[in-house]
């Protein structure tokens, strides 16, 4: 420090000096000039200033002036330079409390930003986090086609956490349960995908949870489309939404599910609310009533038994009694009294006779309620008939029940649905009497209910089944389709079903029952392109057949 003062002393000395050299030189010359130059006797200023010594004394107090104005200017800009380092150095232990605690703050903060950039920073190459990472939607089809089609598939992409990931993944799971060239084992395969990825979940809770309608609505409407069980219980929830929109898409999801537990709670949102669309309650309790009760399952069979084929009836089958071995009922006073009391004018009457009359298993018990379950013009005495009907259980209530399933009222076909349900005789030989004793009309009703209600469509896949007793309940229902008129659901198993064993077993039943009125359509099919030589074959053999049949006069 000594030596810095030194320095900036020898440099203002250094300084005067040269102005002193300069204020000497500038003397001299002025002196000359004045003995050179005459000067008036009145002019003072000019004597002062060049004959004496006054201009240098004046600049040299103007030099004065700007070395202390400079001192004092550096001495308030700075005014201790050399006692902050004692102060560091010599007494940090013993400063008071309040001063020792001013600085921590900033040092804290200045500690924690040095830590988390030299901490935090270097962590991320060692553990990466990959949930966030986007895999896109082409990738995602990818691996979502892997996974339909039963292949390994990466799981990592479709467990991304990413949103747009997340809808892509859903979407494109959504898709391949819908699209036609989905078989059913991929569709099983993406509908249990949604349910373990979460989207079930997650569907649901936004369906009782969302905030508005349209997410509310659109929920319900993936969820039919996912037609995932574990989804029930939330879209009968839903039933009951303050919005009109999300109750509807909540009935035909329901629908969609095919589940019978739903019929209940579909006929109770139906006395509800009068704003539900009457066609789409009905569709959705039919669907509910017989595709999901499985209707044609039947118990499992013995494969080391030799195959029959469909149009063969199997054995070890037994029927309930036929309508012969029923008792009549003549000699029952309470069943005729119950009879007489069912042409009462009260529906509510009629519907309590109906009722009871479930409980006496007789011919005249039986022909009352057939009666009255189709052509009670009250809905509740057609639905309590239907239900004593099932009471009952002999094949001779199917086509009152069956043609029941097909009623204009819900309440009459949510009956029919648990009555059908409820039938435990052998449902083929039931198809086989209607088509041998029923009259034309309740035969034309009965085909026209089949084909209303979707069982004959779930019956296409049925004729080939290798189950011979499934086929055969098939062949059964499509013979009475043929003999009442009915030939488009079997014609559209000739021209679209893709297995040929189906469209043979079609051509079988026309073979068998169809009349000359089959003749244009058959011609039609014959010249269809693509169509197998074998399938042609056999309907060539029914033109054939049908053109030399002698006319009926």
């Known amino acids: 420090m000594k030596v810095l003062r030194k320095l ?73 330079p050399a006692k902050p380092a004692p102060q560091v150095v010599a007494q940090p232990q013993v400063a008071p409390p309040s001063e020792s605690r001013k600085p921590a703050p900033a040092a804290t903060a200045r500690e924690t930003e040095i830590k988390t950039r030299f901490t935090a920073a270097p962590r991320e190459p060692v553990t990466p986090d990959y949930s966030q990472e986007a895999f896109g939607a082409y990738r995602i089809d990818q691996e979502v086609g892997k996974l339909v089609l039963g292949k390994p598939h990466r799981m990592d992409v479709l467990a991304s956490r990413v949103s747009e990931d997340r809808r892509a993944i859903e979407a494109s799971l959504v898709k391949s349960l819908t699209a036609p060239d989905t078989d059913d084992e991929g569709r099983e395969l993406a509908r249990r995908a949604l349910e373990d990825y979460g989207f ?24 039919g489309q996912i037609r ?36 209940g709670a579909l006929l109770d949102v139906g006395r509800r609310y009068s704003d539900i669309p009457p066609s789409v309650l009905s569709e959705s309790l039919s669907a509910c009533s017989v595709e999901g009760l499985g209707f044609f399952d ?30 009549i009922g003549d000699e029952d006073d309470t ?8 042409e009462s004018s009260d529906a509510a009457e009629r519907a309590q006779v109906a009722r009871e009359l479930g409980t006496h298993r007789a011919q005249r018990s039986i022909s009352a309620l057939c009666a009255a379950a189709l052509h009670d013009a009250d809905p509740r005495a057609r639905a309590a008939a239907v239900t004593a009907l099932g009471m009952i259980d002999h094949e001779s209530v199917f086509a009152p029940v069956l043609i029941s399933l097909a009623d204009d009222t819900r309440e009459v076909r949510a009956a029919a649905a648990r009555a059908l349900s409820g039938l435990h005789f052998d449902r083929a030989r039931a198809y086989t009497r209607v088509e041998e004793t029923a009259g034309p009309n309740t035969l034309r009703e009965f085909a026209q209910a089949c084909v209303k209600t979707g069982i004959a469509n779930q019956a296409m896949d049925r004729l080939a089944s290798e189950d011979r ?7 059964a229902l499509f013979s009475v389709l043929a003999k009442a008129g009915e030939l488009q659901p079997i014609f559209d198993v000739v021209e679209n079903h893709r297995d040929v064993r189906a469209k043979l077993a079609a051509v079988r039943v026309l073979n068998a029952f169809a009349g000359a009125e089959a003749v244009p359509r058959l011609r039609e099919v014959v010249g269809i392109q693509g169509i197998s030589e074998d399938v042609r074959t056999s309907l060539l053999e029914v033109l054939y057949k049908l053109d030399n049949e002698p006319a009926v006069v």
């Open 8 to 80: 900036a002393w020898n440099r203002t000395a250094l300084r005067v000096f040269y102005i002193a050299l300069c204020c000497a030189v500038f003397a001299t010359v002025s002196a000359a000039q004045v003995t050179v130059e005459p000067r008036p006797e009145d002019d003072w200023l000019t004597a002062f200033f060049f004959e004496g010594y006054g201009f240098l004394i004046v600049f040299m107090l103007g030099v004065v002036v700007l070395l202390v104005f400079r001192k004092v200017k550096s001495l308030s800009a700075d005014p201790s």
């Open 200 to 223: 079930v979940a997650r569907q649901s809770a936004l369906l009782l949870e969302g905030r508005d309608a349209w997410e509310r609505s659109s929920a319900a409407r993936v969820l």
């Open 228 to 263: 995932s069980s574990s989804s029930l219980a939330a879209l009968m929830e839903a039933l009951h939404d303050s919005d009109s929109v999300v109750r509807n898409q909540a009935v035909t999801s329901l629908g969609q599910l095919k589940q019978p537990a739903a019929i």
């Open 298 to 327: 039947s118990a499992p069979f013995d494969l080391d038994e030799p195959q029959q084929s469909a149009n063969e009836v199997p054995t070890g089958l037994e029927p309930l009694d036929s309508w012969e071995h029923l008792p």
């Open 335 to 342: 069943l005729l009294g119950l009879l007489t009391r069912l």
């Open 469 to 475: 007793r499934q086929a055969h309940e098939a062949f």
